[in-house]
């Protein structure tokens, strides 16, 4: 008899942080790790209240339990290593994306659904995930860490007036400090994509940056997304 268990130091995902190869130790990159007996055979690890690793440090795993978060708690159970699930890990080329967004769920809903049905991505958006009782900022790091690429929609939320009575339309001010969070953590190049709204008055900084129009039927935005996925190595492209 045997039970499985998420992996604690890689939290399921086989892979430590945002870099898809730095490769889970314990659960050799499965996410998954195979104990025998059952879950009542087992109590939480003291050192590492469960966690498997002690601190913030995913990799520095815990000497006592070796990782997996358990120790045995009845004699019946032999104390052997785990075996990892038997399941495919991940390819290469698969990544976790970070959706950002502002008001306009229709947006976001659509573009989520081509991800993950179309595309066959692992795709993270905030409301969505568990709070787990943590604050927002720490409920948004913790998810953007298992993420290797992010996608902002910029969809024209605000609407602001200027001294001069101008009306202009700007996207939400989470999603331009999210953007700042990704664009210094996993840098522009092939980690980001800017789906801008039309007529959007958009930050000075951003300016020269390549965006992708979100056009209404969501077409072209589309084709374009997915040329800037398949330049990232997160699917493979078409024809291939």
Request: overall charge neutral; proline content about 4%; aromatic content about 6%.
């Amino acid at each position: 008899m045997a039970f499985e268990r998420i992996c604690g130091p890689c939290s399921g995902h086989g892979y430590y942080g945002v870099d898809h190869r730095d490769m889970c130790k314990v659960c050799g990159g499965a996410g998954e790790v195979t104990l025998p007996g059952e879950a009542s055979d087992y109590k939480n690890c003291g050192p590492c209240s469960g966690h498997g690793y002690y601190g913030v440090d995913h990799k520095d795993t815990c000497g006592v339990c070796k990782g997996l978060g358990v120790i045995v708690r009845s004699s019946r159970v032999q104390t052997t290593s785990p075996t990892v699930q038997s399941k495919p890990t991940p390819s290469a080329g698969r990544g976790t994306v970070f959706l950002v967004h502002g008001r306009n769920t229709t947006v976001r809903d659509r573009v989520d659904l081509y991800l993950t049905k179309e595309l066959g991505l692992h795709v993270k958006v905030m409301a969505a995930e568990a709070h787990g009782g943590r604050t927002l900022p720490e409920k948004f790091e913790d998810v953007a860490q298992a993420c290797s690429f992010a996608v902002f929609l910029m969809t024209g939320d605000d609407i602001l007036r200027t001294a001069d009575g101008a009306e202009i339309r700007r996207a939400r001010q989470d999603v331009v400090l999210e953007i700042g969070y990704f664009w210094g953590a996993l840098g522009r190049r092939q980690h980001v994509a800017f789906l801008v709204d039309q007529d959007l008055d958009l930050p000075s900084d951003i300016h020269g940056v390549a965006w992708i129009p979100i056009t209404p039927d969501l077409a072209e935005t589309k084709l374009r997304l997915r040329k800037e996925l398949e330049d990232a190595g997160l699917i493979q492209r078409l024809g291939t």
